[in-house]
């Protein structure tokens, strides 16, 4: 079973109990880290974000369709009073829950129902190569970013290649494209940048550790990125058992990809724990 899936089942059979992301990952075998990273990954959401929309949702439902005493859904849903429960509801559906027995209002609500793996996103993607780096650094420019929002990315390499020839110090012939800072919401740092042996006013720099890691290869239009990266996180890495360390991954890319064109190969480099 893809491990998507597994975590949906857990968090579906545990929608009316307490769940941990610790006792989450425990049950799947897989690390908190690696775990956070596939779900936000597949769905946009960190999984308290989804947990919360799924007991919402179930609990608007109920109201909606049954007479059942409001304390006693939002009891269900994981709430420890009525006062809880209805900021919550107002605060994701913007009515109180009462309103839903008053007015036809549930089917204008956004129910979040439970996520399935999205198929077509699964690509062919060889195995990777397993290879130990040493440290080095990353200088180049940077924005926050999130997994259901990288729409900056490409204009943030844009700039990055207009002020490239600032950079002291430039180990030649590559680019790096550094996921960083990552939160359970799903937000990150993205910098895109050029080895370099010292520091550039007015960049950012980050200093990636001696790591070992899994290398991956995209080839093709730099647009389909996000089937391959779907499928190294979601089937690929579970599949062949490795899991990715609390450091930071990368994009590599050298003489085998086309800035202009998007095409050609690429790399992924996701450190693993070994």
Known sequence: ??????LVWQIEMSLHSELSLSSLSERCAVNIN?????????????????????????AAHAIASSDANILS????????????????????????????????????????????????????????????RAAFRVVGL?????????????????SFFARESDVIGVVPGIAYGVCCM????????YIAGVEASASTSGMEQIDLPSHHYAVFTHSGHISDLPKTVYTIWNKVMPDLGLQA?????????????????GRGEMEIWIPIVS
């Not at 940077?142 to 844009?158: E, M, N, R, V």
Request: aromatic share 12%; net charge positive; with cysteine.
């Open 182 to 189: 990552g939160d359970e919401a799903g937000n990150f740092r």
């Open 73 to 132: 859904i939002a009891l269900d849903a994981g709430y420890s009073s009525h006062e809880a429960f209805t900021r919550a509801f107002v605060g994701y559906f913007g009515i109180v829950p009462s309103g839903l027995r008053t007015k036809d209002l549930a089917p204008n609500l956004t129910l979040i129902e439970p996520f399935e793996m999205k198929k077509e996103m699964i690509v062919p993607v060889s195995p990777p190569q397993k290879r130990e």
């Open 245 to 261: 360390a609390q450091a930071p991954d990368f994009e590599l890319y050298d003489h085998r990809f086309n800035g202009q064109t």
């Open 1 to 6: 079973m893809p491990l998507l899936d597994k």
């Open 34 to 58: 690696h775990m956070c990273r596939v779900f936000q990954f597949a769905t946009g959401m960190s999984i308290k974000s989804y947990v919360r929309a799924r007991r919402l949702s179930n």
């Open 142 to 158: 940077g924005t926050d970013c999130s997994f259901a929002k990288t729409g900056a990315i490409p204009a943030l390499w844009q």
